[in-house]
């Protein structure tokens, strides 16, 4: 194989991965939008139907929070994967290191909100007993957020 050829696979490769990336990135973000637009109209109804206001508002954080997720999600794939292919410049493990701790993030905010508005609304149902299913979404989240900081310090390249 000759260089030429060798950069032509290089080209077609990045061509077709910068395709793929703008694809997944429009469906994100298109996914994002109607999931905001379904909020905006949960909040709506609810106001007009005169339904409990709280209720409302707390559906209305989860909804928004997976919003806010699947919005995250498509850049992270618009950043990392739009670009032309760069060899050697990155390895896998700095490229994670880069993109990981901002989704990570991003879902541990939205699971320990989740788990924050399930301990609400059983306290405010008086279901005290149900309360095991936030408090496993809130453990599951602190050993998440746990993960990321040790995967941020063991691939850590200034030790």
């Given at each position: ?44 109804e609810g106001v007009l ?46 490229s994670l290191r880069q ?8 879902v541990c905010v939205a ?49």
């Open positions: 194989m000759s260089f030429k050829t060798i950069k032509m696979n290089n080209s077609g490769a990045s061509l077709i991965r910068n395709i793929f990336a703008k694809i997944l990135t429009l469906i994100f973000f298109g996914l994002a939008v109607v999931i905001v637009f379904s909020l905006l109209s949960n909040i709506a139907n005169q339904k409990n206001l709280t209720e409302v508002l707390l559906s209305s954080i989860n909804t928004g929070i997976i919003a806010l997720a699947v919005f995250e999600l498509a850049l992270i794939i618009n950043k990392e994967y739009s670009g032309p292919i760069e060899d050697g410049v990155k390895d896998a493990v700095s993109t990981l701790p901002r989704f990570i993030g991003t699971l320990s909100l989740e788990g924050l508005i399930m301990v609400i609304k059983y306290s405010q149902l008086d279901l005290a007993g149900n309360l095991y299913y936030p408090v496993a979404i809130i453990i599951s989240t602190a050993f998440l957020l746990s993960a990321l900081g040790l995967f941020v310090y063991l691939t850590d390249i200034k030790k």
